[in-house]
């Protein structure tokens, strides 16, 4: 695809969405690789700001080859990199040297263990994060070895604390009068966040939350639980009045009026005979039929997806989750958009992800002024 029809099909894409989202004015350059640095700039650039996206020269940011590759690029690349304009660069400037340039700049780091501290230079991705900061440790079955979930969590929680960050930092500039300032993101730190309190527990209670497959600890009832078809749903009933719905949906009235089983600590004490008896229910109903009569209780209860099923689901269809877009071969994809939604200044997609350094000349010749003739020369040097 030539340069010229490049832009026309963003410039089409562009009038699909016409509000500039609340973060029109900001501009930010991505110089991060694969996910976490990635996911913060996507999930700014989808609510207005101007991404320019720096890649290698040769090659560009590995996940235009990640995974699923359909002609030559991932499709996880256009989700990814939409929005974004991206230009080749090779360079290695850090903190300090840029502030001396742009004293209201605001960079945000993201490592695996922070900028300072004794673990500072060790290298570190999202895998060995989840590990440090303590969520492999309580995933998965009781005496059987940590699991982790089958996408790279800790990297996307990063992301979303750096982009977090910077909006932080952005109203500290521009609406306090501040100025610019070092975001240091630690990925085993943001995994550390949704701890909840296993660490006040332990620190003082000598409680240390373990793994307990389908339930969640002190929480009850709240599991997976398989049905006569060998589907399974979860059930999230731990309120005192869901609870008593539940029992009374599933014919069990006795433990609906068990004065022992009335509040969550109680219930905590009882968890294998509830747990027992909500299963004994479900593998008496196919996954349909529950969801059915649990809805009609008003008790919280939903299906357990892959991909397949949420392209199909209708909720997902009326909330316009999934956008379809044209790839540079004319085949048709959907994208999820992204979360959340503002009625007045919504997000939106412009484009999906470029191909590498198709935005080059836009930004050196164009907002830099570089002459064609010093273009051609970082080009032969590999600089761009």
Known sequence: ?????????????????????????VKILELGQAIAGPFAAAFLAWFGAEVIKAE?????????????????TSLWWYSMARNKKCVTLNLGLGYEELKKENTGLILARISGYGQTGRNAQKPGFAAVAEAFGGLRYVTGEPARPPVRANLSLGDSVAGLHAALGILMALYHRDAKGGSGQL?????YETVLNLMEGTISEFDLAGVRREREGMRLTGIVPSGTYRCADDAYIVIGANGDSIFRRLMIAMDRDDLAKDARLAQNDGR??????????????????TAQEAIRLLEAAEVPAGPIYSAAEMLEDEHYRERQVYQ???????????????????????????????PLGAHNNEVYR???????????RLKSEGVI
């Open 1 to 25: 695809m030539s340069g010229v029809e490049q832009r026309k099909r963003m410039s089409t894409n562009e009038k699909l969405n016409a509000s500039p989202g609340p973060l029109a004015g």
């Open 56 to 72: 290698p020269p040769v090659g560009g940011d590995p996940l235009r080859n990640w995974r699923v590759v359909h002609e030559g």
């Open 183 to 187: 975001i240091d993101i630690a990925l």
């Open 268 to 285: 905590s004490q009882h968890v294998k005979e509830i747990d027992d008896a909500i299963s004994a229910w479900t593998r008496r109903h």
């Open 324 to 354: 379809e877009v044209k790839l540079p071969g004319g085949q048709s994809v959907k994208l999820p958009t992204v979360a959340p939604r503002l009625t007045g200044t919504p997000g939106g997609l412009r484009w999906i992800g470029p």
């Open 366 to 376: 164009d907002w830099l002024g570089l002459p064609a003739a010093e273009l051609a």
